[in-house]
């Protein structure tokens, strides 16, 4: 079956950088669009980032708050998906999930249409 196992999450101070890793396995990677997705505490999970599956043209897509701050990046001979997270904040605290769809490109920013999650990873951004 699908398994998307995380790493990288911790404590950070505000204005320092993480990198989180996924490492995807039962699936043909390259099929998949790979995103990554996050939920703070008493909030809905939401979008953060998704790579899209080379067919669809390989592309990276990011929530405005994230641009130019964060960039997610795949290799589809590893199966692993990376997210580079600069200048953290306290706002970007959440628990960061991996998350893998073959839903239409239109729809890639929509937890909902993602069926394969990995368990999370912890990140948090101190002041």
């Known amino acids: 079956q699908v398994q998307l196992a995380e790493s990288g999450g911790g404590l950070v101070e505000a204005g320092g950088s993480l990198r989180l890793s996924c490492e995807a396995s039962?699936?043909?990677?390259?099929?998949?669009?790979m995103a990554w997705f996050r939920q703070a505490p008493g909030k809905d999970r939401e979008f953060v980032a998704v790579s899209s599956r080379p067919g669809s043209g390989g592309n990276a897509y990011y929530t405005e708050s994230v641009k130019g701050r964060f960039s997610i990046s795949r290799d589809n001979t590893k199966k692993t998906v990376h997210l580079q997270m600069n200048a953290l904040t306290t706002e970007d605290t959440a628990v960061y999930y991996c998350a893998a769809s073959q839903a239409a490109l239109s729809a890639i920013r929509r937890p909902e249409t993602y069926f394969n999650w990995g368990q999370g990873t912890q990140v948090t951004g101190s002041s």
């Open positions: 039962g699936l043909t990677f390259r099929n998949y669009h």
